[in-house]
Every structure is written in C-alpha cells, then in structure tokens.
C-alpha cells in the first residue's frame, strides 16, 4: 500500500528520488513507483500478447478437400448431395483462408452457411459431422432464445459463452470452431399481415444484434452467462474465423419462391425454363429469404444459402440401415452389449419407414418410433436367458400400436 513519505524516498527499481506529491507502493524490503509498474505492466501485456499468438499458430486443423469432406459425410449423411456439396465447397473455402497467409491485399470474405429444410432432413447432423471432421469446437445455439439487450432472454453473445465451453475455454481454438444457429427463420420480422400491438423484442432487434458477430468482430464474451453474473470479467474473442451455419424449417418459403418463378416478364426474347413445381425449395436465393423476414444486411452475411430434401420412404429407409451410426446399428450394440444378438426384418423395417412417412417427422421421427417398438424388449430381454431377438413386423406394429393407445386402457 502507498505510505507517507518523506522527501528523501527512493524508488528501488529505478533508484530515482519520488517526490511526496508521487505514488510510491511499499513492499516489505522495498518500494517502487507508479513508472516502474507501467513498465512492468508493459513488459507482461507484451509476453502474453507473443504467447496468445503462439497458441494461435499451433492451433491446427484438419483441413480436407471439398470432395473428402464430402464423401465423409456420405458415410453420415443419406441423400441431400447437393447440400453437402455446397457446404463442403464453403467449409474448405473458409479454412482454406484462415491457414494460408494472404500474400497480396485481397481480403477473402467469410463463408457463412444457411440452410432451409424441413425437421429431421440432417441440417443439425451435417453440421455437427463437419465439426468432428475438421476437429474444431462446435455448439448450437437456439435462437429463438434470444432477445433484445434490456428484455427478458438470452443476449447474443451467449452464442460464442457456449462456444468456449465446448472449446474448454481456449479462446484461441474458439476463435476457429462452428456455431450452429438453429431456428434462425424464428426471427423473422413481422409483417404487415401480422400485426402485434407489442415491441416485437425476439425479431428484427436479435438480427441487428446478430449482425456484428456475422461479419467478423472482437466481441466481449461473458464466460458464465451474460445477465446472472453481472460482476465477471469479460472474455474478448475475434469473431473474423468463426463460421456460423444458420438453419430453419421457413414453412411457406414455397409458396415465396413460387410467386417469384411465376413472375412475368416484360419484353421479348424471354427465356423459358422447366420449373420443377414438385420441388421449389431447389430455386431458393437471400430475395426469398428477404420476402420472409430476414433483414438485407443479415441476407448479405449469410452468402452461401442452400437447400435440403424432403426424406421420402427410400431415403428414410436408407438412413435406417446404411450410415456408420445407424439407427439399427446403435440398438444392435446396445443389445450386444447384454450379450444378446438383435435383428430387424425387412417387413418391420419397412412398417418403421412408412410410420415415419405417416407422421412427416423425418428421421427423427425413425428414432421415436424405434423407441416405442423397442422400451418392452429394452425392458424385458436383458434380465431373460435369450441370446437371439428378430424384431418382426407384427412384432412391431403391436408393441406401437400398444404405446399409442396404452392411455385408453
């Protein structure tokens, strides 16, 4: 602590003599004044500022080709080749930039993802398969969580709070991982046709909010939560290496993209093209998604926009059987590990497919309808002396149909 002192106080660092109008702090065999600490305080700023650039340097990833990255998200992905050929092209472009040191002064932009889908067509898997490929932090955020600063809800920047927890704090390896921003078309702005007499607190304000960690700023991150510990100390984190992959459903995006092919066109020599009617989310671009409710500015931060299939009976019958974690496959382990072998017919198979077709809920609508075919040989069969289970098609249309109506008994 600083004491009084008399005029012929000296500084042991410097060996200067401090004035009694100067700072002078006091140790037990010594004192040093206010210069001394700034240099100090210099000195340290300046190794951490070498150490944090170290760790950046030495953070590596695993970079692969577009066509690797693809064919490793067959092994997980059924179908959607289009999608997966466009993120792979926009992930390999945006890591491509972050190794390699740009020798001239053109400024490669981010390659920010969206994706329009339907539930359960793989938007959240192809994300979370592209993480684990590269081996770079990844989280998911929900947005329709967040709200405006001063309004009950979630800040956007507990967004990159989640991303340092997966990253276990490492703000260096943070600062490369994937931001997965689920329901993003929740956040819309209201249109004229649905008015609301309330400040519309969860739409166009979380956009605007949105917007600075999309491009690419350094942001202060609070590391337990923003609101609830008000006192923490801030975490700054650079945003410009983060890609953030927005999704959502926009049901009625259709009929948007509908009205826009069916335009007319004034003038001659106008070209037609063969609309596919049955398949319109092929034609989607940011206009549709401005039309929606997404402002300009959040459009413009989201350059690569692409599309996923609805899952017809083929499809979901292929994710049921083919990719590495399988729904098949993960219950057949389970069963392994009792020591009990498992098998599907190809007849309940297909019951499970046409179950999941039947209630539009895509793949996770498989893994619903497993659950309740299979909590009654779960339950059952591993305190039992059986080592062989065939799950047949009788089998599993009663044990549903069971749990279906098993609140009527």
Do not use: W
């Amino acid at each position: 602590m600083a004491k009084s002192k008399s005029p012929e106080e000296y500084c042991s660092f410097c060996g200067q003599h401090i004035p009694y109008n100067k700072v002078l702090i006091h140790g037990v065999n010594g004192a040093i004044c206010e210069n001394c600490i700034q240099a100090v305080n210099e000195v340290f700023r300046d190794i951490k500022t070498e150490e944090d650039q170290k760790q950046k340097e030495n953070v590596k990833i695993k970079l692969l080709k577009p066509k690797q990255i693809k064919e490793k998200l067959d092994e997980y992905v059924i179908g959607q080749d289009e999608a997966k050929k466009v993120i792979s092209v926009a992930v390999y472009n945006h890591y491509k930039r972050i190794l390699y040191d740009q020798q001239d002064d053109v400024d490669i932009e981010k390659s920010n993802i969206i994706l329009v889908g339907e539930t359960g067509t793989g938007k959240t898997l192809i994300a979370r398969t592209i993480a684990k490929l590269l081996d770079v932090p990844f989280c998911i955020a929900d947005a329709t969580v967040f709200t405006e600063a001063g309004y009950v809800g979630e800040d956007v920047e507990s967004i990159l709070t989640r991303l340092l927890q997966a990253a276990d704090y490492d703000v260096a390896r943070a600062e490369r991982g994937i931001v997965f921003i689920d329901e993003i078309d929740k956040i819309a702005r209201k249109g004229a046709d649905n008015p609301s007499i309330t400040r519309d607190v969860s739409g166009e304000g979380v956009q605007q909010s949105l917007l600075k960690l999309l491009e690419g700023s350094i942001v202060n991150v609070p590391p337990q939560g923003g609101r609830k510990h008000p006192e923490q100390k801030f975490i700054e984190v650079n945003t410009k290496n983060i890609l953030f992959v927005g999704s959502g459903a926009f049901n009625s995006i259709d009929k948007i993209i509908a009205e826009r092919m069916n335009t007319n066109v004034i003038g001659y020599n106008k070209k037609k093209h063969d609309i596919d009617k049955k398949n319109m989310m092929q034609y989607i671009s940011a206009h549709d998604l401005k039309s929606f409710g997404l402002i300009p500015e959040l459009c413009g931060r989201f350059p690569v926009i692409t599309y996923m299939n609805a899952l017809d009976a083929n499809a979901l019958r292929r994710i049921l059987v083919e990719p590495k974690n399988a729904l098949v496959k993960q219950y057949e382990r389970l069963f392994k590990l009792d020591g009990i072998t498992l098998t599907f017919d190809d007849d309940s198979l297909d019951y499970i497919v046409n179950k999941a077709v039947e209630l539009k809920l895509g793949a996770r609508g498989l893994r619903s309808i497993i659950e309740k075919i299979m909590t009654n040989a779960m339950y059952e069969f591993p305190s039992s002396s059986k080592k062989k289970i065939s799950i047949s098609a009788d089998y599993a249309r009663q044990q549903f149909e069971s749990s279906i109506f098993s609140f009527l008994d």
